[in-house]
């Protein structure tokens, strides 16, 4: 005969407030909101996809779009994270910027037989799995067909011993492992089935109180300080300019790879937007007229690493009849060299808009001073990374929003605690993943678990006891 109902009553009741004991707080409030502002997502999407396409067989590449960077050897960086973290549950909503585009198989007509593109990922997470999506564009293999589609659910993360709940001023994730969904094979063209283990996923991104967010407002965005009034001026002097260059891609490559094995480090107050460097506060003269410029800059950019140790400052840029020249002091080995030119740059497209002077990614090409100033690295005329330059001539100006990468994490984020059977099992990879939160929740979690299994054994026990006593 089973037990009544009303013996049953005292241990529903007590696990009841057992569980509104340890359970998190509802986060569906307003107050439990918090916005998501700047930050950096780091994927290399799939390593040996990489290898594949700029090996032997495929004869391709791949190329950066939207202000999207490389770390190390092999990952992509993007931007300028916007979206939403509620600490009370522990979920989080996140849009970066950037994409990368692949190409290989060229045609005799210069088309590509391999085209991949993805774009403007974006992650999702809550509990202990996530989604990261993505913008893709691909041809499909055999046929050739182009498919384009948005926000398509393209990696499973695997979250598995991480708890976000908690808050902070940042979200940080290292390591974090993801599969290839359905939808995402589909989107890869066929070159991968469901299930394929991609790259790891890392992101750190910059939470902000609710209260204190200021959507659209961005530091890099807002008027250079102490623009002058110029209007209906074509030739005086400014301040408050920027130039923007990221020197060349594949020596960031090698200073942050396996040989140098080494980084950067910005100061007086030069800022990193990923793929590229900007030096602010420029002061100088323009003459709208002759289309000449002259500007010098704030800010320091030094490179370390084996056998590597290279400065660069005092950043000018000089324009005339739509030839341009980046120079800058160069200290290696111990002195500087002082107004090294380093590139010439396409100035021919120098012209004025919504109150700047500005020329966008003009092509660059190395020195004969500059080359020696990279020891060699790069022959004379060797493409470097593009120049862009932007003067305000109004004080109501905007500079060219910076990709916003957001606090770069203080340090390494620890590994979150996993049980034992979940250890066991998963072994390398729960010691490979890792999660920063300021208030360590996960122990609570735990031990409302625990609560639960002990609520679930009294009940098995107690109904136990009543069958052997016959009621």
Do not use: C
């Amino acid at each position: 005969m089973p037990p009544s109902r009303p013996a049953r009553a005292p241990v529903v009741a007590l696990l009841a407030a057992v569980l509104a004991a340890w359970a998190p707080a509802p986060a569906a409030h307003a107050a439990d909101e918090r916005e998501v502002s700047g930050g950096r997502l780091d994927w290399g999407i799939k390593s040996s996809f990489q290898s594949y396409v700029t090996g032997p067989v495929a004869h391709g590449g791949w190329t950066l779009r939207g202000g999207a960077a490389t770390v190390g050897d092999s990952r992509f960086r993007f931007h300028s994270a916007k979206g939403v973290y509620r600490p009370g549950s522990g979920s989080f909503e996140a849009g970066f910027s950037g994409g990368v585009r692949f190409t290989g198989h060229r045609k005799p007509d210069g088309s590509h037989e391999l085209d991949l593109t993805v774009d403007r990922p974006s992650v999702r997470l809550s509990g202990g799995s996530g989604t990261l999506y993505a913008d893709v564009s691909s041809k499909a293999k055999g046929t050739g067909e182009v498919t384009t589609a948005s926000h398509v659910p393209f990696a499973s993360l695997d979250l598995t011993g991480i708890d976000l709940r908690g808050g902070g001023a940042s979200v940080t994730l290292a390591n974090v492992p993801a599969t290839l969904t359905a939808q995402g094979a589909k989107a890869f063209a066929g070159y991968y089935t469901e299930g394929t283990a991609l790259d790891r996923v890392s992101l750190s991104a910059d939470v902000v109180a609710g209260a204190q967010a200021s959507p659209g407002a961005s530091p890099s965005g807002s008027p250079g300080e102490g623009s002058p009034e110029k209007k209906g001026k074509s030739k005086g002097e400014f301040t408050g300019a920027a130039v923007d260059w990221g020197v060349r891609r594949t020596f960031r490559e090698y200073v942050t790879g396996a040989i140098a094995r080494g980084s950067w480090k910005l100061g007086d107050g030069a800022q990193d937007g990923g793929a590229l460097f900007r030096f602010p506060d420029g002061k100088g003269s323009y003459d709208a007229a002759s289309g000449t410029l002259d500007a010098a800059f704030a800010g320091t950019l030094r490179f370390t690493g084996k056998d590597l140790d290279l400065a660069l400052g005092r950043v000018a840029v000089a324009a005339k009849d739509g030839k341009g020249t980046l120079s800058a002091d160069v200290t290696k080995g111990g002195g500087t060299e002082k107004g090294v030119q380093l590139v010439t740059f396409d100035a021919s497209g120098l012209k004025e808009k919504d109150g700047l002077a500005a020329v966008a990614e003009a092509p660059a090409k190395l020195t004969a001073e500059g080359a020696k100033a990279f020891g060699g690295l790069y022959q004379e005329g060797a493409e470097m990374d593009p120049v862009s330059l932007a003067v305000p001539l109004e004080a109501s100006a905007r500079l060219p929003a910076l990709p916003d990468l957001g606090t770069a994490p203080t340090a390494e984020p620890k590994a979150a605690a996993a049980s034992p059977p979940a250890a066991a099992r998963d072994g390398e990879r729960a010691g490979a993943r890792s999660a920063s939160s300021s208030f360590p929740v996960l122990p609570v979690a735990v031990g409302a678990g625990a609560l639960v299994a002990a609520g679930a054994a009294y009940l098995v026990v107690t109904r136990k006891r009543r069958t052997s006593n016959g009621t």
